[in-house]
């Protein structure tokens, strides 16, 4: 069973790099057939990522990093892909470190991408107990007294529990974290980053987290096993749970608590989720209730026009492509078809001016492909010979997009495919071949 996992996982992640190397591959070989297949992967992504675009817990700026972390974990459900890049679990821990601006609240998260600041030291730190803790322990008001009193109840039900290791200050972790590493192989760094977290980044700067140890040692598991089970009651998690290093980038550690008080433990608890992914996908979240965007992938696109062939940036949107109306318009411009475009800033509306030369640059976007872009439905107002054709647009990064069929529509043309991807417009009929001149007899 644990083979064919390794086996599908393998198979995935060679299909992934095949895809994405397929798109480099594509732009230097112009390779259309590779091209075509990585276009349609990141199509596809971009359809099932459109439908989550209205998640609270989706951020519009991590589109991009969504379908490329989809694109190598293809087995992941969409939920935990956008939870895990949202930790930032797409990137190197350590890498892109944001540091925590509310340090003090009970729900403060800290992890590999999220430190505190080295001078934080927090209010209310108050001793345990000396019958609840292994020499001077101490953590905030609110926390101890609910340690203490997990640890009172646990006596009750025959566990004796001692606070080994509680708030620790940044002087005191980086002094921690240097006495594992003197002592390790230097090829055992990356265990000993499994177990010790770096100065700023450990829970135990912020005084809600200790570590609970069982006070005899016949008692063994029997403790860790209660804890997990009851800490919530009390209000505390625990942190690092089995089987979820890849996530929180530490070893399993069923002595780590971390207080968040009782209503928050237990909805975390009944989660079984990790803190790290509760804090993502219940926490820190947006207000989604207005208009949500879909999310397309830009392209390029070959049109031909009466013989001229040009290559275009669009977009692919929910089964469409769309273009920029200027484009078009440049790319028309030379025919009896040409329009120039006006924006009437008072009526907040684009006038299409027909049999009129393109009156901007002649001059077409640059083409750029294999990106996911978030495009918002609006309504164009557009206006051509005077009438309202208000057509569905998209608003993409600032620019105005229509689909191509519209705008044929509307010119009266129609873009065939030649069924190699391009698309061919003719805008005037071609006229018969001219007769042989036969008024010179050959010879
Ligand atoms: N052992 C935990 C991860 C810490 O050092 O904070
Ligand atoms: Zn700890």
């Known amino acids: 069973m644990r083979t064919m996992k390794l086996f599908r996982s393998i198979a995935l992640i060679l299909c992934a790099v095949l895809i994405t190397s397929f798109i480099y591959q594509a732009k230097g070989e112009g390779d259309a057939v590779a091209y075509a297949m990585a276009q349609n992967t990141l199509e596809c992504c971009a359809a099932e990522l ?6 609270p817990y989706y951020k519009n700026e991590n589109t991009d990093r969504y379908i490329n972390y989809r694109l190598i974990h293809m087995d992941y459900t969409l939920d935990a892909v956008i939870s895990y890049v949202n930790i930032g679990l797409d990137r190197y821990f350590y890498s892109n470190p944001e540091v925590i601006a509310s340090p003090g609240s009970t729900d403060v998260l800290v992890n590999k991408y999220r430190p505190l600041p080295s001078s934080y030291i927090p209010q209310n730190l108050e001793k345990i107990s000396s019958k609840y803790s292994y020499g001077t322990q101490k953590m905030t008001h609110t926390a101890r007294r609910a340690f203490e009193k997990m640890c009172a109840d646990a006596k009750k039900h025959g566990y004796g529990i001692l606070a080994s ?9 980086a002094e921690v974290y240097a006495s594992f590493f003197t002592q390790a192989d230097p090829a055992s760094v990356a265990v000993q980053e499994l177990i010790c977290a770096r100065p700023g980044y450990s829970e135990h700067q912020t005084g809600l987290a200790v570590d609970a140890v069982r006070a005899t040692p016949s008692q063994n598991n029997t403790v860790y096993k209660w804890l997990f089970k009851n800490a919530c009651k009390y209000g505390f998690i625990v942190r690092y749970p089995i089987g979820k290093e890849g996530v929180t980038g530490y070893a399993n550690e069923p002595w780590h608590l971390r207080y968040l008080g009782v209503e928050l433990a237990t909805a975390v608890y009944n989660s079984g989720l990790t803190y790290d992914e509760y804090y993502i996908r219940e926490i820190d ?15 390029h696109s070959q049109i031909s026009i009466d013989g001229t062939s040009y290559q275009l940036s669009a977009v692919w949107l929910s ?6 109306l200027r484009d078009i318009a440049v790319i028309l411009n030379n025919t009896s078809k040409a329009f120039d475009i006006v924006w009437d800033g008072e009526a907040k509306r684009i006038d299409m001016r027909l049999g009129v030369p393109y009156s901007a640059a002649l001059t077409l976007s640059a083409s750029d492909t294999g990106h996911a872009v978030l495009a918002s439905a609006s309504q164009s107002g ?18 105005t997009y229509f689909k191509l069929q519209d705008i044929m529509n509307l010119l009266g043309l129609t873009a065939a495919d030649d069924g190699a991807g391009n698309l061919i417009i003719k805008t005037v009929s071609i006229a018969a071949a001219p007769l042989p001149d036969t008024s010179v007899p050959p010879g």
């Open 319 to 324: 089964g469409n492509t769309y273009y920029k």
């Open 382 to 399: 557009l206006q051509a010979l005077g009438c309202a054709v208000d057509l569905k647009a998209y608003s993409i990064g600032g620019a």
């Open 285 to 299: 979240i947006s207000d989604k209730s207005g208009d949500v965007p879909v999310v397309g992938v830009t392209a």
């Open 165 to 173: 290791s509680s708030y620790r200050s940044y002087d005191k972790q």
């Open 50 to 55: 459109s439908a989550c675009t209205g998640y």
